[in-house]
Structures are given as C-alpha cells and as structure tokens.
C-alpha cells in the first residue's frame, strides 16, 4: 500500500493506482474525458484530469500518473482550475455549439464535464470550427467527426474489445480525427455495426442513427396496423432512461407505454426467441444425426453474421441458418399473424426496440423479406424508445402493469435469458436434453454458461448424443479466439454461442448510457430472475403458443414453411 | 448458401508485374519483423511513388497489420502520399524573396498551363505542381526547381519552353 495525500486528506492505495482512482477513492472526482479504465483505455489525450503535485515542475495527468508515497496532490488550487477550463475552453473553441439540438444532449460527457469546470466564454466565433462530412451512410450509425474529441476511446473499442481493427486516427495536430480505414464511409467498410464504438464516444460524434420519426409516422396513418416487438434485453434495460436503477425489470410498464404510445398490438420478441430455440435445437440435432458441419454456431446476433461474413468466411457453413428471433418475428408477423386476423400483411407495419443497432442493419438486409415485403420496417434502439416515450410525456416509473397480446407475446423464461450471454446457449440445451431424453435436465439453471467471462465452457452428459460440448463467447475480441480454434481443427465442442456485444444484448450498441460492466451484470440478473421467479415455464418446448404455432402453420421444425421463413443464408465479404 | 465476393478492389491496375513483384518481395522479407510497417511503406513507394489503396491493402494483407493502422501511419508521417506525383515533379518557390518577384505569376500560370492545383498531378501523370518556401537561391528569384534541374529568374513567358523539354525527354524515352 501507499500512504499520500490528495487535498490534504490522508490516502492509502494499492501500488500502481493512479492519482485519478485514488481521489474517487476518498470521493473526489476529478473529471475526464478520454480515460476509460474498464477497457485499459488511458492514451492521457485530453488533459482535462490535470492536478498539482508538489515538486513536479508542470501539472500532471492524473489517470496515468501512478501515486507515489507521500506524494502530496491538489486537485482543486486554482492553477488546477484554469488549466482545466483552458483545456475544455480549446476542445469547444473547435465544436459545433449545438447541444440544444444535439442527439447527445443530456447525455454528453463534454457538456458535463463542461459544467463542471465552469467554462462560461468561449472567445473564437461560434462557427469557427473544422466541419467535416456527416457519414451517414448505414442504417446502424451516424458519424460526425466535427464532435469528436479525439479521446480514442472508439479505437480501443473496435480494435481490443470487439477484434475488428476498423478505426484510426488520420492526420495529425489539431485537424486530425477518427475515421474508418482508409476513410471510407462505414457501409464501405468491414463495420458490424456492433455499435460499441457509439456506447464509449463521449459525445455526439458516433450516435444511433435516429428512426423514430418513422415510426411516429406509422403511429398516425390509420391505414397502418402498427405491431411492436421488444428483445429480451429491453425489460432490464428500458428504466435506466427514466432514473430507475440498473437491474430493474420494467415488463408490465413498458407494456403500458408501448400501448400509450399507440402501437396496435404488444407482441413479444421473447415468442420468437423460443421458435429460435425449436428450430435451432432440431438443426444441431440434425447435424450431429447425419454428420454436417459441427460445431454449430448461433446465428442470432447481426454483428456476430457480418464479422463471420468479413473475416471469418471459410466458417460460414458452421453458423445455423436459423434467422434471429427479430427477423423470424417479422416474416411471422406479416403471414401467421396476418393470416389468423385477416389483415392484408402489406397494411402491416412491424417495429422492434431492441439493445442493437446492429439490428437495424439486418433487418435492411435484402433477404430479410421472405414474407414477400420487408418483414421487419423499423428498428429502434432502447435509448430511441425512451426518447420517444419522453416525448409523448409518459412517466414510465408511474405506469401501471400491461399484459401482452396473443398470439406473438408468450414465452418461456428461456427466452428472455437469450439478453445474457450464455442465455441462448442454456436455453438450447434445456430443450435439446428435454426432446432426447424425455425428461427435464435435473437442473434448469446450467451456471457453468452464466457471467462476464470472456469465453465459458460447459460439457452435459444428454442421453443417447453422449456428452455434448459446448463454447460461449461475447464480444467480438472474444469470438475471433474461439473462430481461430474453430480454423486450426482445435475446437471439439459441438455447439457454440456467439454474441457480438460484451455481456450479450444487455449490453448492445443500442443501451443506455453511460456503460459499464456493473451494469452488465445488475442487468443480466434481472433476466435470469424472470426466468426463474416470474415465468412460470422454463422451457421453450413447454410454450403452448409455439405449439400452436407448429400445429396450425409451420407444421413441423425446419419444414417447408420454416424453410421459406425462418431460415436464411450468408455473403463472404472481402476485408 | 451463396457465397458473393463483394469487391472492395481497384479496377484498373496502374503497376506493372515487376513493380508487383518488388512490392510483394519486400513485403515478404520484412513479414515476420516487428516494427515493419514504416520501413515497408518507405521502400514500397519508393517503387510505387505512392501509396493509393491497393498498395495499403497489399501491405496490410502481407504483414498481417490492419487496414486501419496502415492508413493511420501513411496520413501520419507527410512523407507518405496518398497521391500519385507525376513523372516530373515542379516546385515552385514561394519564399520572401521570390513572392515579391513575381512567384505567384510563375505559380498561376504552370496551373493554367498543366491544368491542375498545387499538390495535384496532371491527367498524363507527367507533371505534378507543390510549392516550397525558399529554395536558399533567393537572389536569382524566382526559382522553381523540376526534379534536380533549379530553373532561376524565371519568366512566365518562358514557361513553355522549359515544359516543353521535358515533354521531349519523355518522346526520346518512350519512343
Ligand atoms: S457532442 Fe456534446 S458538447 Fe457537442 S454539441 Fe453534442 S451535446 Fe453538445
Ligand atoms: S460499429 Fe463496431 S465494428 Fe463498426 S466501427 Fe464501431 S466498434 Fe467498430
Ligand atoms: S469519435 Fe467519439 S470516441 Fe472516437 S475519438 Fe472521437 S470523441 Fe472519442
Ligand atoms: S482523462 Fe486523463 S488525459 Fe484524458
């Protein structure tokens, strides 16, 4: 331990502490903008964290400088404070001042860390800044160098979080900036649009890109029979937006404000989460009966498809053809469904909220449409939903509890555990020992799979399949380890999770900020308490609206129908 | 499944075979060297002049390095150019002295004449126009320098002729 002091109180930290930690240890919070320890992300670029430290010549950095004993620090004298406000003063002498109309606004760590250090002139002309194109070239993002800070934060996160390497900084001094390789715009580019990049970026420079002016449009055209289809994650996710704490399971309540909002029906991502199971379990089943491709891997995450698709090609016939549970939730919507009420499918508009904006970009796939018109219309984020429940004025925390409609909104506590990672894993292996065996696995919950580890594996004895392996991977860092094995003949699992974001769906592209692995996990416990507490079943097989679904329409799993609908194929891409 | 090659790549390739096979030695030799990249890039266009996409790509693909590291050392260092320079390459002194005597002249019209701005190449790829500040022969301004060759007191009217021998040159070569 080493004993110093930080504005004359008395501190005591482990070795290799920086100063920056060691005062929110006693509660100060000196602000920042670039370092994000969590992600081993400290490139001491913007300065703003400055403190004095007796003796040392210039002010330090204190998130990479290491304490010292007996060191004494002030991180409050008025140099400090200059320096800080000289520092924030700079970065917005050269950015838009456009906070009021800013899709960040409220949420910004520039504008907070701005009012915190008290910048109240700005002496160069507001438009005197660098503009730069506006890339708004994919469905998923919306970059805007002019915001950016240069913090680096979304190049660590590409490159050492998610293994894509898409992310640079070019140039250099005071024009430089972030942009994809080669400056292309991201639709050029390997981008999965897994959108972590958007999740660290302090400001607006990399957001969401915003639809929900589509769907207030679709809300108004009475000709519209508007359906609305929520992931898993949103119930753990959605009331954070409105100051509940993280970890808060908000079903009944978002129910309520998606019907306030003026949605037709409540139907239920989760429905299709347990068809993603039947379909999937009976492919994996299938394969190891007739010796094709093994291990499986899932296919229901769209950022995980485009980075297999980018780098991993050769692999492709490894993923299942199931479509995500989105995707099978549209093409069912707009021919089940339309079929069973006898409303024209084109009349029919499908919205999903989901964690991702990844997803926005899938369901812009061009054979995403096997319902014969695009099967799901619209995707909007979590952040995206609260926005638009804000707008119509809707205090969420106060609403009262809804139910879902029928015939798209039961589920098991299988699926909504599909929003962790390791979810759609034990989910899967749940059904598959229940239809091998005849009998329920002795225990549900199969822990092994569970938690923020970056790769988990777990091995179960099933019935007449033997012991049956399995590997789970999330974030994309992760997966390229588990392909690497899966190239080289080094991996005899038979089936394999992959989820693109760390942490799974609770913790997509598209949640609320700011992140952390906390809140990952406080999430992740919601699900896996309605699994176990709420849902009475448990089991995919056991929901009596999938049977019905089988019974009435798909017939039987990867039929004809399920075939045309539920299923999907792959594109290499070059790198 | 389908598999659909989608092309990132150039059409037109502008190197030629050996130019390739240099490139793609060089990469070879330093592949397993930590700290390649910048050397690589240096000797690469040193063959190439410059280093558009394919070349970046082809760097990237035989070090292993990412496309986006690449293209963050080549917009890095200025003596990368993403830009190709022509066979001949002008610069026009700007310094103080060769501003008050009539460099700006001299700049105007090499731009009218190959029809280009500063820091761009001619559609012949033979000329390609930067200007310098101060060359160090200032009492002889203005100067422009091609290649080795320091042309001095230059006159517009002048201009053509001395384009105009290294046009031959290129007819000699090439003929
Ligand atoms: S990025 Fe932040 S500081 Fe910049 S305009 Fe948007 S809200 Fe304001
Ligand atoms: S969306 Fe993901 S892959 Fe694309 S730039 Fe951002 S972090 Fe990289
Ligand atoms: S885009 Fe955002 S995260 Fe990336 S460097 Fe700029 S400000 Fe930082
Ligand atoms: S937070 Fe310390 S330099 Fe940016």
Known sequence: MVALTIDNLAVEVPEGTTILEAARSVGIHIPSLCTLPEMHHSPGACRVCVVEVERARSLVASCVYPVAKGMKVKTNSRRVREARARVIEFMLSDHPRDCNICQKHGNCELQQVAEQVGVREITVPCTDFTVHDIDDSSEALVRDASKCINCLRCVTACAEVQGVFLLTPEGRGFNSRVVPALAKNLVDSACTFCGQCAVVCPTGAIVEKDHTDLVWAALEDSTKHVVVQ??????????????????????????????RLGFDRVFDTNFTADLTIIEEGNELLHRVKTGGKLPMITSCSPGWIKFIEHFYPDLLPHVSTCKSPQQMFGALAKTYYAEKEGIDPASIFVVSIMPCTAKKYEAARPEMNSSGYRDVDVVLTTRELGRMIRQAGIDLAALPEGDYDAPMGQYSGAATIFGATGGVMEAALRTVYAVVTGKNLPSLDITAVRGLDGIKEAALEIGDLGEVKAAVAHGLGNARKVMDMVASGQADYHFIEIMACPGGCVGGGGQPLPASD?????????????????QSLRQSHENPSIQALYDDFLKEPLGEKSHHLLHTHYTAREV | MEAVAVSLREPVDEFSPEQWGKIDAIIAEHRTKPGALIPVLEQVQGISGYLPEVIQRRVSRGLGIPLAQVYGVVTFYSFFTMKPKGRHQIRVCLGTACHVRGGHQVERRLEEELGIQPGEVDKDRLFSL???????????????????DTHQQVKTAKLDQILAKYRDQEEVHHG
Do not use: W
């Not at chain 1, 994650?233 to 978002?254: D, N, S, Y």
């Not at chain 2, 930067?130 to 320098?145: E, T």
């Open chain 2, 130 to 148: 930067d200007i310098v500040r101060c060359v160090g022969c200032c009492g002889l301004a203005p100067v422009m320098v091609v290649d080795e």
């Open chain 1, 230 to 259: 929520e992931a898993p994650a949103i119930r753990a996710q959605l009331g954070e937006e409105f100051g509940l704490p993280p970890g808060t399971l908000v079903t009944g309540k978002m129910i309520t404000a998606l019907r």
């Open chain 1, 518 to 534: 906390e809140k990952r996990r406080l999430r992740a416990g919601a699900l896996y308490q309605d699994d176990s507490d709420v």
